[in-house]
């Protein structure tokens, strides 16, 4: 496929505009005149709808088929959010609109939305308050970190260690990086797949400033001991960072704050169905437990006496600007939508749905897949290809496979510490029509890997791109392909 600069043809229009009909002012001073023209596109309306059409038919997504990327939670985001965030009330805000006063009734609502999305999300995880302002599940990793990092401060506390578990998401190590911490891993216990108590028992002293945990964690595992972690770390005034990127598989059943952790974040995109699109726009609101508080991003959104709303930003202590202005609000509508859609009881199902989807699958493929934690799985199940391996067809080459048959693949070669990892996270929405068919495409193809391993080479043969060159595609960056 061309692109679409290539399609231009000199002097083609997509618009009639009709003669300008008041007087030309020449207002623009010489130096700041353009010499030539913009070297744009020249094109009709119909090369720009087909080029663009043709495009969205190259790509996946849930739309268009099953996604079970594990840790990113790829479910289906209900069409019904997108119709609320698409509200005029709520898509034509502008930032600068006033709060109160006579353009205040225009923002009031959706002051009032997220006073209570902040309100919801408490009550979700068990926080005393939420900022809503950070715009990705990193981002509230960062924000959280430099929580903790304001609290020691102020404390006078010298603090140089975060401890993070050796499954952890790589943004765990580089939030607390960025933040001015060294870091140090902590070992998974081999048979039960959650952190090693004793391990870290040792580890922590009066030098380390938190402990980041992801709980259920990246191999899907629930630790039921959180309570003494956080009990060991508060020993040391040590802060328990809870990355709560896979709340999708607790919603109504564990609440974080319950456990005495004092900070977490929240993926809307993974947990509320909010779209995940290519990096963002997210939101990843970040909650605390009370003595974090004063430390807080501003905006604070706060309610008066007589109801209405107001943004504050008086708050000494904070830790300033994360985001500009609400964070990524017409996400924030979205997640709110999703809640009040689905109710407690609504929530629960999920969990639960998101719960039984992953065991389902981890059942039906434990027989041709090596499951090097075989036990209950949440929301998602972590399988190593190593059986595969052994006849030269890789994690690479299964994921590849499943292309072919119209699968997005699985997450592969994550976490690090399962070789040859491939990560299932089905999530809720899906039927068991669809695992049925997801299952047998992977037991069709383990067989195949058994019989036909040469077979593997040159997959995926059906898509878009084929198998590119990954080593020169690394180092040489153009981006253009035939086809
Ligand atoms: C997705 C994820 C993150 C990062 O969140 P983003 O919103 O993608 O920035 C962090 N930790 C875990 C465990 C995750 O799954």
Redo the contacts with the bound molecule.
């Keep these: 496929m061309s692109v679409i600069f290539e399609k231009s043809v000199a002097g083609r229009r997509g618009v009639g505009l009709p003669a300008c009909d008041v007087p030309l002012v020449d207002c623009i001073p010489d130096d700041c005149l353009r010499a030539q023209a913009a070297p744009l596109c020249e094109l009709s309306e119909l090369d720009v709808v087909r080029h663009f059409t043709a495009l969205s038919r190259l790509n996946f997504g849930v739309d268009t088929g099953f996604y079970p990327l594990g840790?990113?939670?790829m479910k289906y985001n209900p069409r019904v959010s997108e119709r609320i965030a698409g509200l005029e009330g709520f898509s034509q805000l502008h930032p600068f609109l006033p709060q109160l006063r006579s353009g205040g009734l225009l923002t009031q609502g959706a002051l009032q939305l997220l006073y209570e999305l902040e309100r919801v999300l408490c009550e979700i995880a068990g926080m005393r308050a939420f900022t809503l302002q950070p715009l990705?599940?990193?981002?509230?990793?960062l924000t959280g970190m430099m929580l903790i990092a304001a609290y020691h401060r102020d404390k006078g506390n010298v603090k140089t260690t975060v401890l993070i578990p050796d499954e952890?998401?790589g943004?765990?190590p580089s939030s607390a990086a960025i933040t001015g911490y060294g870091t140090q891993g902590v070992p998974t216990d081999p048979a039960t797949g959650r952190l090693d108590l004793v391990a870290l028992e040792g580890m922590v002293d009066a030098t380390t400033a938190a402990i980041m945990l992801?709980n259920p964690n990246?191999l899907g595992i629930f630790n039921s001991d959180i309570e003494k972690v956080v009990e060991i770390a508060h020993r040391h005034d040590a802060q328990v960072y809870y990355?709560g990127?896979?709340l999708n598989a607790i919603l109504g059943k564990f609440r974080p704050g319950d456990a005495g952790i004092d900070v977490m974040h929240i993926?809307v995109?993974?947990t509320f169905a909010t779209p995940h699109g290519g990096?963002g726009p997210?939101a990843?609101p970040v909650g605390v437990r009370e003595h974090l508080l004063p430390f807080l991003p501003i905006s604070r959104i706060q309610k008066r006496s007589d109801n209405s709303y107001v943004l504050d930003y008086e708050q000494p202590k904070s830790i300033g600007y994360v985001a500009p202005f609400y964070g990524n609000f017409s996400i924030l509508v979205r997640a709110y939508a999703y809640i009040m859609l689905l109710g407690g009881k609504g929530l629960i199902e999920v969990s639960e749905n998101a719960v039984l989807n992953a065991n389902y699958v981890m059942q039906a493929l434990k027989a041709k897949y090596e499951l090097p934690y075989d036990r209950p799985c949440m929301h998602e199940c972590v399988f190593s290809a190593s059986r595969q391996a052994e006849k030269g067809v890789h994690a690479t080459d299964i994921a590849k496979a499943l292309i072919d048959r119209g699968y997005h693949p699985p997450t592969v070669y994550f976490p690090l510490i399962v070789k040859e990892a491939m990560m299932v996270e089905p999530t809720e929405t899906e039927s068991k029509e669809t695992l049925d068919a997801f299952v047998a495409a992977m037991l069709e193809i383990a067989d195949e890997a058994e019989q036909a391993p040469e077979s593997f080479a040159d997959r995926p043969r059906h898509a878009p791109v084929c198998r590119p060159d990954e080593v020169r595609a690394a180092r040489e960056m153009d981006v253009c392909f035939d086809g």
Excluded: L
């Design positions: 840790s990113c939670t990705a599940g990193a981002h509230g990793e952890a998401h943004t765990n992801t990246t990355d990127a896979n993926n995109h993974k990096g997210g990843g």
